[in-house]
């Protein structure tokens, strides 16, 4: 029983290790993300210090953009 309960341990600890060795990627420059992901209508907004992409997919009444940040409930009007 102990050796049974040994190797279905042994098997999710190998499963683990696999899933976490097949989903690891290296870090890209932000550069390199930026030329991919920040195509306009997309800009970048400093916010306490750092910098929020932002994406501008629909049209707001009265010329008014609006960004989602950080909370569901925190509205962010530019």
């Known amino acids: 029983m102990l050796t049974a309960s040994l190797s ?3 098997l999710l ?8 060795a ?11 993300l ?8 997309s800009y970048f907004v400093a916010l306490q210090g750092m910098q929020v992409h932002v994406r501008d997919v629909y049209s707001w009444p ?5 960004a989602l940040v950080n909370r569901y409930d ?4 530019r």
């Not at 925190?74 to 009007?77: G, N």
């Open 8 to 10: 279905v341990l042994l």
């Open 13 to 20: 600890l190998a499963t683990l290790v696999a899933a976490l």
């Open 22 to 32: 097949w989903s690891w990627a290296p870090d890209r420059p932000v550069d390199a």
């Open 34 to 41: 930026m030329a991919r992901w920040a195509a306009p209508p």
């Open 62 to 66: 009265n010329n008014v953009n609006a």
């Open 74 to 77: 925190e509205l962010t009007l």
